[in-house]
């Protein structure tokens, strides 16, 4: 069975946890963010489960919509320049709270998402260490 990592990200902007434990998703803290669709805005909760793509909102969101995210405490967006590498949509960018960073895909229904460090070797091991990796 693969092994579950929950994952306590900040914003990359302002340096504040994205972490909402009064809306748990498996039982696990979620990450809260604003988002932004053509029609509305609103909260959206996602799974701090790496590899869960699990979600709360309350804004209607589309299949294949790009939707903007940004840090609920500093309101800067956090979709990056970067494009993703399987529909061209921006990638969001958040921090690790043990260094590093994790992207993933502002197109709903996009699945690419990925852990980068810019600093592998310390970074990694401060992941084990807190993941238990
Ligand atoms: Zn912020
Ligand atoms: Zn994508």
């Known amino acids: ?30 990450i809260r963010l604003n988002i932004q669709t053509q029609q509305s805005r609103g ?22 919509e790009i939707v903007t995210f940004s840090c609920p405490h500093c309101n800067k967006i956090l979709n990056s320049h970067e494009k993703c590498k399987i529909c061209d949509a921006p990638m969001v960018s958040l921090l690790l709270q043990t260094g590093g960073r994790v992207s993933l895909c502002s197109r709903t229904g996009c699945s690419n998402h990925y852990v980068a460090f810019e600093d592998v070797a310390t970074e990694l091991q401060k992941f084990y260490e807190a993941y238990g990796g």
């Open 43 to 64: 909260v959206i909760h996602l799974c701090s489960y790496y590899e869960c793509f699990d979600y709360k909102t309350d804004v209607p969101l589309a299949q294949e």
């Open 1 to 30: 069975m693969k092994k579950h990592i929950s994952l306590a990200v900040k914003c990359p902007h302002c340096g504040k946890s994205l972490m909402d434990k009064e809306a748990p998703l498996h039982g696990k803290p979620s």
